[in-house]
């Protein structure tokens, strides 16, 4: 599976010739990527849509990198993911309801981006979620009723 970070237009993709497994901040397990962590980088491009191929990764880190653009509704795809931090990030749009369908997710931080419209009462799926961080950004409406039934929540910010 290869990994990419988009730029801003087509022609600046970075893609490495090396095998991901030997790239720094990625942890593989049997040769497939769990966990990808990058935290205070410029990288200000946009999560691309290939991320959905990492269907192996359990643990994804995009913290204050500069990132723009929206959040990938192939995050959906991530069913082992257990923690997703975009936080501090320049994020745009709504959160995809496809991230709602991620049940083994614990901690969940989106904070201190510019996403708009209401939380998918999707997130009240997410059964093992512990940990669910939104405050920062430019939602609306209440917070779904479904999500203060999650038994596991212990901090909602």
Known sequence: TELEISKHSEENVWISTDHQ?????IVCNNGSVESLTVRYKDL???ISTSIGLLTEV???EYEECG???TIPSEFGL???LTLLNIDSNELT???PTELGYLTNMI???LDFNKLTGTLPTEFGQMAM???LDIRGNKLSGPIPSEIFNLAQMTMLR
Do not use: I, P, Q
């Open 129 to 131: 979620l512990m940990d």
């Open 93 to 95: 749009g709504t959160v």
């Open 21 to 25: 497994c030997r790239w720094e901040n």
């Open 58 to 60: 359990n643990r994804l």
């Open 67 to 69: 990132l723009v653009g």
């Open 44 to 46: 200000d491009g946009t």
């Open 107 to 109: 901690e969940f931080d």
């Open 78 to 80: 991530l069913s082992k």
